[in-house]
């Protein structure tokens, strides 16, 4: 069975960070892209981040580039996006997603299509 599974969310204060962790199982991370997303309540899901198989190469969305680094460990099947400076307006559920074929940067949610359940980030005071 074909899976992807978020952890490592939870409360952070402002300025804080947290690593999240995307473990694939039924099929080799090492083959495919991964792109990392976000939805706060009440919005549409955002394209936050995508890695290429190799790790050669990472995009990030405006929003979150210099302050969150996408990588991967092959070796482990897992994919790791470091969030730094975390502001309230991080607040979302992060999820982790292979495309479906072909995907277009700024991420498109409707082009991937194996979803993990989701991790909540939530940053307060």
């Known amino acids: 069975q074909v899976q992807l599974v978020e952890s490592g969310g939870g409360l952070v204060r402002p300025g804080g960070s947290l690593r999240l962790s995307c473990v694939a199982s039924?099929?080799?991370?090492?083959?495919?892209?991964i792109g990392w997303f976000r939805q706060a309540p009440g919005k549409e899901r955002e394209g936050v981040s995508v890695?290429?198989?190799?790790?050669?190469?990472?995009r990030y969305a405006d929003s979150v580039r210099g302050r969150f680094t996408v990588s991967r460990d092959n070796a482990k099947n897992t994919i790791y996006l470091q969030m730094n400076s975390l502001a309230p307006e991080d607040t979302a559920v992060y999820y982790c997603?292979?495309?479906?074929?072909?995907?277009?940067?700024?991420?498109?949610?409707?082009?991937?299509?194996?979803w993990g359940q989701g991790t909540q980030v939530t940053v307060s005071s």
């Open positions: 997603a292979t495309p479906i074929d072909t995907w277009h940067w700024p991420l498109r949610s409707s082009e991937f299509g194996t």
């Open positions: 039924g099929f080799r991370l090492a083959e495919n892209v």
């Open positions: 890695i290429n198989a190799s790790g050669g190469s990472r």
